[in-house]
């Protein structure tokens, strides 16, 4: 079905005036226009109250950042592109949308907001067209591709996990969502190994492992007496840690001083957080 409903939207596209309208403008451009576009739909989402207008604004930014992904790449998306060439811009206006409402509502507040989500849009559709391309493994742009797309999880990862602790959902509802946020996340990051055509079990597997142990460590730091900072801090880590071990060991490269370093800095996240413990 995935294939058929490509395959259609390929044809739809092919030799009428707006598909030649789009290659016609180059595709660093079209990035340009894509980021400063998103960023005019979240600077008008912090004008309206949260409470009021959430319900309005998430279906909004998520349509927003599908399409201006798609602008911005266009050309070769197929199978499961559908899907992992839009997870990582999509989740981060969501993530950033949310976390705004934490902050005061101002301007001193507002532009490190837009810069920051500039920032990170643009290097993330850079980094999306990159996996589109398909570039070899080997080279050096891949490698920076695969870093931007690391980090941005991670502060992803951050925010979500700030967001949900933040909001004082109920226990199981906190879990949840954090899991899921760590399932869909971490399931593109294992793809982007190999940037197959289609998704296997093993990185099903793989991101279960994962989701599963943010799930289970997200409702034990519920219980402890921590900063919302710390608490965030912890989940982050273990996301960062347990998902670059997953994906080195899918690349054949978990050599000894990899694993030493997650671990340490999964270890001193976790000092961290016994020295902040609240008594």
Avoid: C
Wanted: aromatic share 18%; proline share 3%; no cysteine.
């Amino acid at each position: 079905m995935l294939n058929r409903l490509s395959k259609h939207i390929k044809f739809s596209f092919k030799n009428n005036f707006l598909s030649r309208f789009i290659l016609f403008i180059p595709k660093r451009i079209r990035i340009v226009i894509s980021t400063v576009f998103m960023v005019g739909v979240l600077i008008i989402s912090t004008f309206f109250g949260f409470a009021e207008t959430f319900h309005i604004f998430v279906p909004l930014i998520i349509l927003f950042s599908f399409l201006s992904t798609y602008f911005a790449i266009f050309e070769g998306v197929d199978g499961v592109e559908w899907y992992m060439l839009f997870i990582a811009p999509i989740f981060l206006a969501l993530a950033l949308y949310f976390s705004y409402t934490l902050f005061p509502v101002r301007w001193l507040t507002r532009l490190p907001f837009i810069i920051l989500f500039s920032l990170g849009y643009y290097g993330l559709l850079l980094t999306m067209n990159i996996f589109n391309v398909g570039v070899t493994k080997s080279l050096q742009l891949y490698r920076a591709a695969f870093s931007i797309n690391y980090i941005a999880q991670t502060f992803i990862m951050f925010l979500s996990s700030l967001v949900v602790v933040s909001f004082r959902l109920p226990l199981i509802y906190s879990g949840f969502a954090l899991s899921a946020v760590a399932f869909v996340l971490s399931l593109q990051l294992f793809w982007s190994v190999s940037l197959d055509k289609k998704i296997s079990a093993q990185l099903i597997k793989y991101s279960l492992v994962l989701s599963i142990s943010v799930l289970q460590l997200s409702w034990l730091v519920t219980f402890l007496p921590l900063d919302l900072n710390v608490s965030a801090l912890i989940l982050t880590g273990l996301y960062y840690s347990l998902a670059g071990l997953l994906y080195h060991q899918l690349s054949d490269r978990l050599f000894k001083n990899i694993v030493r370093e997650y671990l340490f800095v999964l270890i001193f996240i976790f000092l961290i957080a016994i020295l902040t413990l609240r008594y």
